[in-house]
């Protein structure tokens, strides 16, 4: 139910590991909705009543309980960290294939 990359677990390893970070957790929640699916985003934060817990490649994360819903529909949650061509770099998040539904609408996503 859970991938992540081998770059964003080495990635999300440091940031657990930092100061900041000490005693919270790795939420996933959804951000919003578009055609192309659920919008997710990563946070630290302590509560985790009623979440569920994920692990992949080294990575524990939770999710919240209405996200678990979307995630029974429509496959993995996958977690990347990646780099575009001008040098910066973040997380990619998504559930299923990314970029799923884009293109079925005219939203010109």
Known sequence: MLVVSDTASQELSKVMGSDQA???NLIIFL??????GPQLGLALDDAVENFQKLESNGVTAYIEPNLHKETEKMGDITIDFVTNDLGQTGYKIFVGEPGGGCGSCSCGC
Not at 31 to 36: E, I, Q
Request: proline share 0%; glycine share 22%; with cysteine.
């Open 22 to 24: 000490q005693s919270k």
């Open 31 to 36: 951000a919003g909705a578009a055609c192309g």
